[in-house]
Every structure is written in C-alpha cells, then in structure tokens.
C-alpha cells in the first residue's frame, strides 16, 4: 500500500465536475462495469450498474444547477493505491445555492482500468451523532480512546491463581521466502489459514490470543499442560500443509510470573518465551526448563539442549517437545 497523490486529484476532478455542473466529468469517471456502484446519504440512495449511474449524475447535475450551484470545501483528503485497485476518503463541507451548509463523507474505491482510474463503488455520507441514530452515547475522541485502551488488562482466563502464566510464541519459520515463492494474493490465503487455526486450538484449550504479530501469535494459558496441548494441537494441524504448501511453524514457551499492561504482558518470562521461540527450528516445539520442570514427565521430551539467548545474561537450557 502506497500514497497516490494522483487519486487526490482525481478526487478533485470529481469535486470540480460538481461544482462545474458538467455530468460528462461526472459520468466519465465511473466504471463501465454493471458491478459499479454508487451510494447516496437516504435510505433507498443504492445505485448498481454505471447506465443507471450515469443517467443519476445527468440528472442530479442539473438539478444541482437549478438550486443555484454547488460549492465544496475539503477538509481531508487521503488516498492509497496497492496495484490496480486505490482508495479515497475526503471529508467536506457543502454549500448549495450559497446558503445551505452540510457535512460530507466520501470513500471511494476505484480500479485502474487502461490509463484511467474508474470509480467501481461511491459512497456518501453525512455525519449522523451517536445519540441520534442508537440513541446512545459512544466514546469517540481519540485521547479518550487511547487512554481506555492502555487502561484494558489481559484476559483473567490467562491467568492462574497464583498469578503465573505460561507464554507461547508462535511463527512461520522462512515466511519471508515463502511469501516471495507464492506471491502475495496465496500467502495472504495461507495466512488467513493459519491464523484461524491458531486461534481456533488456542479457545479450545483454554488460552488466549494476547497479540498477533504478522505471521506469529503470542498466546498466554493459566496452565503449563493447556499450553503444552494446546502446542501439539496447531503443529498438528498445520502439518498437512495448506495447499500441498509445507508450513514451518516453530513454537517455544516459558512458564512465570508477567506484569500486565495495557491489555498485554510484559516481563522477563514473555522476553524468555520469545528467545526460547526464535532458537526452535520449523515444525518444533521448545519448551524452558521451568516448563519442563512444571510437566513433571507428563509429555514427553527430548534431550536438553543448551541455548545462549540474545539479550539475557547466563545459560539457559531447553527441551524439544516429541509431538509427532
């Protein structure tokens, strides 16, 4: 995703075709597709197909210029563009005939069609306040927003009575080269796959999805044998693969004590169940020494493994779970 400052522009033209009361501006702009849409600000305002779009802007022109002219103010304006397919979003004030002033919220989504850019969905809108339409009262001011965010603490599901909390860090080892390897369109499918089965084993035993990290999770469980389970249930389902794809994904955790904040955990722990996560190689589990001492040989392991971590003075030691 990248600024295209050229569909500033192009949203500009739009504005002036308004202001100019010229429906061939207006309706040159849209996509000729019968999937391009247009929405209005009433209720029944939904328009399909760009025969029935066009003879809208004909009409809505001329009706435009007999209420004395339309005169538009943009406030914002950004828009984005990621291959063929772009985005704008203004926000303005409109004045028709000179006298009457309202809001506006415009998006739009356009399609690089040749050398042109086409509008294949239109939206207006104008801000409507919370009270008015449901009747209630939302937060909505960023500083507000903000600062009930950083107040929000982690699930108390993740965390035991003795307030001890087993961290495990997830990720697709090499998901750089593979992603170059399936282009981005499948990588994006295999990460929607992955991330809904880490998710999905991680509810069924009990834990919680503390935060996701592009192609990796941090997850917290109240106990060591949920987590250790819970390890074994994603390996296994993402050892099939997606789509004949072989999906390395490498999982380590640590077991202790974590400060909450902000709806996350920080500590000592979460920095070692990270280190311990980064040395295990694709398609393994690495557990710490206090997991280990925690299983008490209900899982079984293999030999311990010395692990110097980067950031963390001393020797650390730590045992590869046998799931398969």
Known sequence: MEPAPELIDFMQRINRGFEAGDAKILTDVFSRQPTTLAIGTAEAEWWKGYETIAALMRVQTQEFVELGGVKIDTDEVTAYKEGSVGWIAARSVVTVGGVRRFSLRTTITVHEEGAYWRVVQYHLSTPVDNEESIGATLTTAVDEILVLVQDDVPPKTAVANDGSVTIVFTDIEGSTALMESLGEASW????????????QQTALF?????????????????????????????????GAGWSGVKVPVRIGMHYGNVQAEGGDFFGRTVVLAARVAGAAAGGEILVSQAVQEELLGAFPLGNVRALSLKGLAGDYTAFPLLWQ
């Open 206 to 238: 009990g834990g919680s999805v503390v935060k996701g990290q592009g192609d990796g999770f941090m997850l917290a469980f109240p106990a060591v044998g949920s987590a250790v389970s819970c390890s074994m249930a994603i390996q296994r389902s993402l």
């Open 188 to 199: 994006l499918r295999l990460l929607s796959w992955h991330d809904a089965i880490v998710r």
